[in-house]
């Protein structure tokens, strides 16, 4: 049985494109922050692919509660989260080697997927995907999800096996 509290004021989303961010997601991020002034959001990507002055300003505007984190720079809790990202960077850097031709090679929902289980990303937030989007107000007790969701609260090793906890 979970016994806590979940805090929705931190969120945390991962967007990585070579096409920028669409306004759709940007949009949403905006409605999130303008509808709860007492949350933040943490975007991790690679600042280089935000591309345009538009962001930047979206940035500044949110006076530190949109905040951007370099997927490169990102802290590691031990030498198997190391290697894990050395192997991110990899997967996403042949991902954008084939940007424009007809069969892309790579695969960045698998960067996702394995960037939320870092350590230091569970520590930042609630992460949800770009497109996931919150109709209730994140100042109430309980809120409906957008979507399926589980929560997950940490990872641990047990016998050489990565267990949810």
């Known amino acids: 049985m979970f016994a806590g509290v979940i805090s929705f004021s931190s969120q945390v989303r991962l967007w990585l494109s070579p ?17 709860n002034p007492r949350i933040t959001l943490t975007l991790i990507t690679f600042p280089d692919l935000l591309g ?3 962001m930047q300003n979206i940035v500044d505007g949110f006076e530190g ?4 984190v370099d ?10 989260e190391s290697e894990l990202l ?7 850097d042949f991902y ?19 960037v939320r289980l870092f350590q230091h990303v569970l520590s930042m937030g609630v992460f949800a995907d ?33 267990q949810m906890t």
């Open 52 to 54: 345009d002055q538009r």
């Open 130 to 162: 770009c497109d996931v989007e919150f109709d209730d107000s994140l100042d109430v007790g309980m809120l409906r999800l957008p979507a399926p969701s589980a929560l997950l609260r940490g990872t641990k090793t047990v016998g050489g096996t990565c």
């Open 96 to 114: 954008f080697r084939f940007v424009g031709e007809p069969l892309r090679q790579g695969n960045l929902s698998i960067v996702a997927d394995q």
């Open 86 to 92: 050395a192997s991110i960077l990899r997967e996403a």
């Open 65 to 68: 509660r949109l905040k951007i």
């Open 71 to 80: 997927l490169r720079s990102l802290p590691v809790a031990d030498e198997i």
């Open 19 to 35: 096409d920028g961010v669409p306004k759709k997601h940007e949009a949403r991020w905006l409605r999130l922050l303008s509808s």
